[in-house]
């Protein structure tokens, strides 16, 4: 796995290995990120972060800030490293928690974008409907990396912007109404 664009382009990063984590491939981390378009200065919260792939590809492509939470303790560490070999210790904030003991936390953090991408074996949708309403800005975005096997779920106060299939993933993008 590579980061895609930006100014690291190019780089490797370490992947967990296990069924803990779905890895976003690099044909569906590149289409999300072409949705999202201009990214620069924007804030963004990966929820499930499993390599940090997401958020490093946000600080790359000009993100100003990512938090990345991820309970699975090999997981966490292959984050830690990933974010030591490509020396980002000031945009990055990893984080090894729960995402919902975190968020009980931190309830006064709010974050420009708000990826979701849950293990497809744990879906917990009133963790994701808790993790929406608190941690998004007002005129924020959740992506949501969601089964298509299932109806993707609603959250209040947003509405789905956009619904992208690729194979068994699909990628939702709400923002507020």
């Not at 949705?35 to 924007?42: E, K, P, S, T, Y």
């Not at 958020?55 to 938090?67: D, K, L, T």
């Not at 998004?136 to 990396?145: E, H, Y």
């Amino acid at each position: 796995m590579r980061i895609i664009a930006g100014k690291l382009k190019g780089r490797v990063l370490h992947e967990p290995h296990g069924y803990k984590t779905h890895p976003m491939g690099e044909k569906i981390r590149g289409a999300l990120f072409n949705v999202l378009g201009d990214i620069q200065g924007l804030s963004f919260l990966d929820a499930f972060a499993g390599s940090g792939a997401l958020i490093f590809e946000a600080i790359s492509r000009g993100a100003a800030s990512a938090v990345a939470i991820e309970k699975d303790r090999p997981a966490y560490g292959v984050i830690e490293r990933n974010a030591k070999e490509l020396k980002l210790g000031k945009e990055v904030d990893t984080i090894r928690a729960n995402c919902g003991g975190w968020s009980i936390h931190n309830m006064e953090k709010k974050f420009d974008v708000v990826l979701l991408a849950p293990p497809y074996d744990n879906l917990q949708e009133s963790l994701l409907h808790t993790l929406t309403k608190r941690h998004t800005k007002p005129d924020g975005l959740v992506v949501l990396d969601w089964p298509t096997k299932i109806e993707p779920p609603e959250f209040d106060g947003m509405k789905v912007a956009s619904n992208k299939t690729y194979g068994d993933a699909q990628l939702v993008f709400y923002n507020k109404k």
